[in-house]
Nanobody, 120 residues
Framework: QVQLVESGGGLVQAGGSLTLSCAASGSISSINAMRWYRQSPGKQRELVATITSGGSTNYLDFVKGRFTISRDNAKNTVYLQMNSLKAEDTAVYYC??????????????WGKGTLVTVSS
């Protein structure tokens, strides 16, 4: 059983910083791409950032220059460093990853999400 567990959400003032973590656990053979999504009330879930197994990154235009995605392959963990936070960044942030477990096939997994609230 593979699980993704996010942590690090909370309340922060506009202009502040927050770092989210997402740890994958279970019977893991390999992890390919890892991603962060977010969903604000009344809006569709959107892809915020992606990091490949090789370390290549991609970002939503709105967060470029403010957010940084990184990963620690030894710990099966992905991070999202968020700086210069804006009220519009308020959302539930979800971790997502393509993980190979016992059956030598990549499956897509989701975490349960962590709430980030930015006060203006």
């Amino acid at each position: 059983q593979v699980q993704l567990v996010e942590s690090g959400g909370g309340l922060v003032q506009a202009g502040g910083s927050l770092t989210l973590s997402c740890a994958a656990s279970g019977s893991i053979s390999s992890i390919n791409a890892m991603r962060w999504y977010r969903q604000s009330p009344g809006k569709q879930r959107e892809l915020v950032a992606t990091i490949t197994s090789g370390g290549s990154t991609n970002y939503l235009d709105f967060v470029k220059g403010r957010f940084t995605i990184s990963r620690d392959n030894a710990k099966n963990t992905v991070y999202l460093q968020m700086n210069s936070l804006k009220a519009e960044d308020t959302a539930v942030y979800y971790c997502n990853a393509d993980i190979m477990g016992l059956f030598l096939h990549y499956y897509n997994y989701w975490g349960k999400g962590t709430l980030v609230t930015v006060s203006s």
